[in-house]
């Protein structure tokens, strides 16, 4: 039974950064697809970044911006968020796939003030 546990979210201005961290008890392996989910106030939850093996990819509006990294040692997964954006305020979900199954994080709060 793999579980995933979120770190790092806050709440910070405009313009400035934050670290999310993820770490996964169980066995993952590097093509499982591991990544981030983001929800916001009325909206559906979007990819925000995910890689499998040595492919990585990112939604649109955060290219440039946002960094995922891997530790397949470990079996965690980071995202580093520079130049933050009030429109990146949603609930950040940890997110891997393992075969047919969808497993999730609990969601760590992130706020970015104008």
């Known amino acids: 039974q793999v579980q995933l546990v979120e770190s790092g979210g806050g709440l910070v201005q405009a313009g400035e950064a934050l670290r999310l961290s993820c770490a996964a008890s169980g066995t993952i392996f590097s093509f499982n697809p591991m990544g981030w989910y983001r929800q916001a106030p009325g909206n559906q939850r979007e990819l925000v970044a995910i890689?499998?093996?040595?492919?990585?990819n990112y939604a649109d509006s955060v290219k440039g911006r946002f960094t995922i990294s891997r530790d397949n040692a470990k079996n965690t997964v980071s995202l580093q968020m520079n130049s933050l954006k009030p429109e990146d305020t949603a609930v950040y979900y940890c997110y891997v796939r393992r075969g047919a199954s969808s497993i999730w994080g609990q969601g760590t709060q992130v706020t970015v003030s104008s």
């Open positions: 890689t499998s093996g040595t492919s990585t």
